[in-house]
């Protein structure tokens, strides 16, 4: 398979790769004051690490960085937790640790191109940092509510939580995550120029599978990294995105080739075909 067929200049991404992310992005939120205890919790996170440490660790990272423009949430937070930790079945995967991957997977897309469709509706990093952080905290909390498609639940779930403390002083601003959250598991066309956030959490949350295995059951094929191109400067912007499957993970080749080809048709039908005014490719390649 030609990786470069679409002429982009990809670069390969890998989960230290989106941590330092998140640490670089905090620094420059804070003005360069961070702890190094704060870095060395995040860098032992990995995805196939979703102990209950880790989940800890991250639930404490989210608190701080909530902080940082005095946007404080930790009720809702603390919600997220208390969800995942009554709520959660035998059959149901992770959503703190897969809602940190996601989150740090936007951090990473705006500042490597994305900004340019945030942009389109304002210019602020600081609103930013609020949007996104509720989007992709709580995009899955509508799973409390048992609904096979959980975004409308979930953004109810926020709304009614948000406006009990701020009397619907925050909407403007808000609203692009409740329409985000509310939207992304949904089958509808989105266009990426007039609902940005919806995009990008959708991107995210389709390509951020590694480390969420339901327990009990068979380990699935995992990514082992993420190689990534992207063209925003020109009349059609593109994104193409290519899987990594190491082979390594069974002996069935046949298997392995058959997962790899359903997961393309997949991310066709979740991204290729969905999303409108940018093009985004997903290939998936065992190696």
């Not at 989007?135 to 509510?145: M, Q």
């Not at 692009?176 to 609902?195: E, T």
């Not at 480390?211 to 912007?237: A, C, L």
Request: hydrophobic share 35%; proline share 2%; with cysteine.
């Amino acid at each position: 398979m030609n990786e470069n067929n679409t002429g982009i200049e990809k670069e390969i991404i890998v989960s230290s790769d989106l941590i330092q992310t998140v640490i670089e992005v905090k620094k420059e939120r804070e003005k360069g004051i961070s702890t190094q205890a704060d870095s060395e919790k995040l860098i032992k996170i990995s995805p196939e690490n979703c102990s209950e440490e880790a989940k800890n660790d991250i639930i404490d990272f989210m608190l701080k960085f909530g902080k940082v423009y005095r946007k404080d949430f930790p009720i809702e937070i603390e919600q997220l937790r208390t969800f995942e930790l009554q709520y959660i079945k035998s059959t149901h995967r992770d959503h703190i640790c897969h809602s940190f991957w996601v989150w740090s997977l936007g951090l990473w897309f705006y500042r490597n191109g994305f900004k340019r469709f945030i942009d389109d509706i304002h210019h602020r990093e600081d609103l930013f940092d609020f949007i996104w952080y509720l989007t992709a905290f709580y995009h899955d909390i509508g799973y409390v509510e048992k609904h096979k498609f959980h975004g409308g639940a979930g953004a109810q779930f926020l709304l009614r939580n948000l406006n009990t403390r701020f009397s619907g002083a925050w909407t403007t601003d808000a609203i692009h995550a409740i329409v985000a959250i509310c939207l992304h598991d949904k089958k509808d066309p989105v266009d990426a120029k007039r609902d940005p956030y919806l995009a990008l959490l959708i991107l995210c949350d389709e390509i951020q599978e590694w480390g969420r295995n339901i327990p009990g059951h068979e380990k699935r094929f995992e990514i082992d990294k993420i190689k990534i191109g992207m063209k925003f400067h020109e009349q059609n912007p593109l994104i193409e995105i290519i899987l990594f499957y190491p082979r390594k993970q069974t002996e069935d080749v046949k298997k392995m080739n058959d997962f790899v080809k359903e997961k393309e048709q997949k991310y066709r039908e979740t991204l290729t075909d969905r999303i409108k005014n940018f093009s985004i490719v997903v290939k998936c390649v065992s190696f």
